[in-house]
Every structure is written in C-alpha cells, then in structure tokens.
C-alpha cells in the first residue's frame, strides 16, 4: 500500500527550515505540487456482464452502457499514488441476456419499475502497485442495486497505459438475497436460478 507521510514530514521540515527564505519555499512547493497530480478520468468505453446460474444452464447478461468517474492523482513519473471520488452508475434495464423472457424477469427481480439504475459511490480507496504500469485499487463504500444499498468493497486492477488512459478491470460476487432481489425463475417456475451472481467490469478511462 502506499504511503505519502515521508513526503508531508518532508514537506513540514522543508518550511520550518526555510521559513526567512520565502523565494525558496515558493520555489520548493512549485516542485512539490507539480510532482504529482490530481486528475479526473471518466469512462470512454466499458463492458459489463452480469454472470449467474440456474438449473438449465449458466447465463450473462451484457450492457456496454455505464457512466464512471474517479480522481486520480498520478506522480511526475506517471504512477497512480492514490483514487478518490469513486463514482459508477448504470440502468439496470440496459443488461441484456438476448431472451426477452429472461431480461423480464431479471428486470423484475432487479425492481427496475422503481429503482432504475444500479450505482456505486466510494468513501474510500486504497492503492497497491503490482508492477511498473499495474495496480491494484481496493475500494470501500455503498452499492445500490433494486433499491437496497449495502457497505460493499470492490477491487479493481487498474493499468495505466501509454496514451495515459487507464484501463480498469475487476469483478464483485453479489448475493441476490442480501439486496431483497428474490432470484429469477422461468418455465412456470421449473428453471430456477441461483442466488450468487458475478458482476464484471472493463472499462477504459480518460482525462
């Protein structure tokens, strides 16, 4: 996990040793400042899938609609040092499984009459690096989803690549039952499917 205290202590000996020396302490927080830098990304392009099974087959349900958004703040050498302002929505009724029948009663259990989008907003994040372009963000706060909205941590990979976007992949379990969905049935109620469904997510971001 990062951490930013070296630089702050830095900073904080910096200015109590300069302090008849404004000239310098301009000039060194100038460095300071511009040695890293908050940016926001939102999503230029994504794809979702929403993963299940039932007593028939296994089933995923797809939608390319969503909106993401994140500041990120990047050092002078490119690297993401930490992620805040984490915010994701989609409309639940933009998955689709190619079976109407199906996206009926997915929308059903998914309450989408009254709670027409699925959202998630992060109170905080936290960032691992995995190597020199790869990182690993761990975030913590609400996921809403049929109106029900629950503490949730999702961890994503994040890769930033060489035109600065940033690529941002990962998953979530979610229970059904956890968010008062009742799991779908079809065929008068002979296919049944399972509580537990697999969100993903892969999404390219830009400044």
Known sequence: MLNITPKTNFMNKLLKFNFKKP????????????????????????????????TLHDWDMKSAIGNFEGNFTLNAAGAITAVNGLSFTTKAESLKSGHDAMDKNAYKALKSDKNAMITFTS????????????????????????????????????????DK?????????????????????????????????????DMKLTK
């Open 165 to 201: 976007s940033i690529t941002v992949m990962g998953s979530k379990k979610i229970s059904m039952k956890e968010f008062s969905m009742a799991p779908p049935t079809f065929m008068m109620g002979t296919i049944k499917t399972g509580n537990d469904v697999t969100l993903k997510f």
């Open 123 to 162: 109170n905080t994040a936290t960032v691992t690096n995995l190597d020199a372009s790869d990182y690993s963000v761990k975030s913590t706060g609400k996921l809403t989803i049929a109106g029900t909205t629950l503490d949730a941590e999702i961890v994503a990979t994040c890769k930033v690549n060489a």
């Open 23 to 54: 000239g310098l302490i301009a000039f060194s927080l100038i460095l300071f400042i511009g040695a890293s830098a908050q940016v926001k990304y939102i999503s230029k392009s994504m794809a979702l899938t929403v993963s299940g099974t039932s």
